[in-house]
């Protein structure tokens, strides 16, 4: 187990991380899409 742990061990951790990353980057450009859509919205109706 111990052997495992030490050769599969880093590998989890970077899919993890990795799974990590995506979640947070997918979530920021997610947000960023909402706010985008609504700033535009905004300008749109105080232009016409």
Do not use: P
């Amino acid at each position: 187990m111990k052997t495992i742990i030490e050769e599969y061990g880093n590998l989890i951790l970077y899919v993890i991380a990795g799974a990590a990353v995506l979640g947070f980057l997918w979530a920021v450009i997610a947000a960023a899409g909402q706010f985008g859509t609504a700033f535009f919205d905004s300008i749109s109706s105080v232009l016409c």
